[in-house]
């Protein structure tokens, strides 16, 4: 009798169990879909609770979201550079001849201390603004491709800190950490960083690692990335703030895109440049959604290990 009551008992929880397991997998089904129709690429589902066989699925399935956001960047990032192509040519071909007529004809004597020298210096200062926007361009279409090698981030992040002592700086990142980057492109993308905080009337910069528990979420924001799984390319990612201005809600989402500024004498490929930079290492340079406490602008900083 007792071991009838206990097969039921058995049969009635197993029953209880897979409909709650087909429910949660419908979820995770749901909420991947969303995330993929809204274009979030950066979903992470957690794997605890899940049978073997659909762990590994979930593991593929997270790694490939973070798969296609790589190859979305990757092709926003060529496009571009096709544009920049076309239209660095271009406009050299415009602004060349007008910059050295424009000088040229501001050195001759007839038209010095006349009405037509203002006219003529309004042509040609025009024209060098637009020459050093063409400059800026190349920039961005002339960028070497890294070359990666093994190194210890803290130390990069320690002389940085050493080159503006004007800021107050505190770095949390294991002194023994090596990542795979461009020394030279790493060391670039955090000085951007760095400057446009400066620039943001900033007095202290944090630096550290993000948090690993992102996993335990079932979205996680866009600015919180869990780790990949152990049969994937592992990434480092860093937390990078300060507390200057705060950046407004209008400006969030052109804040990558390249040429954009909202400073008079900014050229706008900073971030940009900073973020092309990190997607050719095989990294992300991202805005977090959620700032870290004293910090009015977040970073993210990914980077292979």
């Not at 899940?50 to 926003?76: K, S």
């Not at 192509?85 to 050195?107: G, Y």
């Not at 340079?285 to 990914?302: K, M, R």
Request: charged share 20%.
């Amino acid at each position: 009798m007792w071991l009838i009551i206990l097969i039921g008992v058995i049969i009635v929880g197993f029953a209880v169990w897979f409909v709650y397991h087909q429910r949660m997998l419908r979820l995770r089904a749901h909420l991947m879909q969303e995330a993929i129709r809204n274009k979030d690429f950066t979903f992470r589902m957690p794997t605890h609770g899940l049978l073997p066989g659909e762990r590994a699925m979930q593991e593929t399935l997270n790694q490939l979201g973070e798969t296609i956001r790589q190859q979305v960047n990757q092709n926003e990032v060529e496009s571009w550079e096709r544009l920049t192509r076309v239209l660095t040519h271009e406009m050299m071909n415009a602004t060349a001849p007008i910059t050295s007529i424009s000088q040229s004809m501001l050195n001759r004597s007839d038209v010095k201390d006349t009405p037509l020298e203002n006219g003529i210096k309004a042509i040609y200062e025009t024209s060098r603004h637009l020459s050093d926007f063409v400059v800026n361009y190349r920039k961005m279409s002339e960028l070497e491709k890294p070359v990666l090698a093994d190194v210890r981030l803290h130390a990069v992040i320690d002389e940085i800190s050493k080159a503006y002592p004007q800021l107050t700086w505190e770095v949390s990142v294991p002194a023994d950490l090596v990542v795979r980057a461009d020394i030279g492109m790493l060391r670039q993308v955090l000085m951007n960083l760095v400057k446009n905080a400066i620039e943001a009337n900033a007095t202290k910069m944090v630096v550290e690692e993000t948090d690993s528990t992102a996993e335990a979420n079932w979205l996680s924001p866009s600015g919180r990335r869990a780790k990949p799984s152990s049969l994937f390319t592992h990434h480092f990612s860093l937390y990078i703030g300060n507390d200057g201005l705060p950046i407004p809600a209008e400006n969030r989402q052109s804040l990558f895109v390249p040429f954009f500024t909202t400073k008079r004498s900014g050229s706008g490929i900073g971030l940009s440049l900073s973020r092309r930079m990190m997607i050719q290492q095989g990294g992300m340079l991202d805005l977090a959604e959620t700032p870290l406490q004293g910090c009015h602008a977040v970073f993210i900083l990914s980077l292979q290990v």
